[in-house]
Nanobody, 125 residues
Framework: QVQLVESGGGLVQAGGSLRLSCAAS????????MGWLRQAPGKEREFVAA????????RYADSVKGRFTISRDNAKNTVYLQMSSLKPEDTAVYYC??????????????????WGQGTQVTVSS
């Protein structure tokens, strides 16, 4: 079993920045693709960003491309989401997700094997 714990959410003003972290534990952490999804109240869960095991390939939703950067530190079993130029429409619960087969395309299609409890990001105008 893999457990994912997100942190770093909070309340920021539009134009501000936040850095989300997701630490994985519970089993051998090797070969996983990781990413982030988000869900606002009353809205469908949407893909945000994904990264492959090596970190050499990433995917972003059009709505965040150029503002968010996903990265990972495999030695720490951690994936990060650096968010800048935040907008009120970025307000959502952000979930860390994992595909154990290393398929980061699956994450962009909202298919995943594990997910965290989520961390709230609120952007005020």
């Amino acid at each position: 079993q893999v457990q994912l714990v997100e942190s770093g959410g909070g309340l920021v003003q539009a134009g501000g920045s936040l850095r989300l972290s997701c630490a994985a534990s519970g089993r051998t952490f090797s070969g996983f693709a990781m990413g982030w999804l988000r869900q606002a109240p009353g809205k469908e869960r949407e893909f945000v960003a994904a990264i492959n095991w090596s970190g050499g390939s990433t995917r972003y939703a059009d709505s965040v491309k150029g503002r968010f950067t996903i990265s990972r530190d495999n030695a720490k079993n951690t994936v990060y989401l650096q968010m800048s130029s935040l907008k009120p429409e970025d307000t959502a619960v952000y979930y860390c997700v994992v595909d154990i087969n290393g398929n980061y395309y699956a994450l962009s299609a909202r298919q995943y094997d594990y997910w965290g409890q989520g961390t709230q990001v609120t952007v005020s105008s």
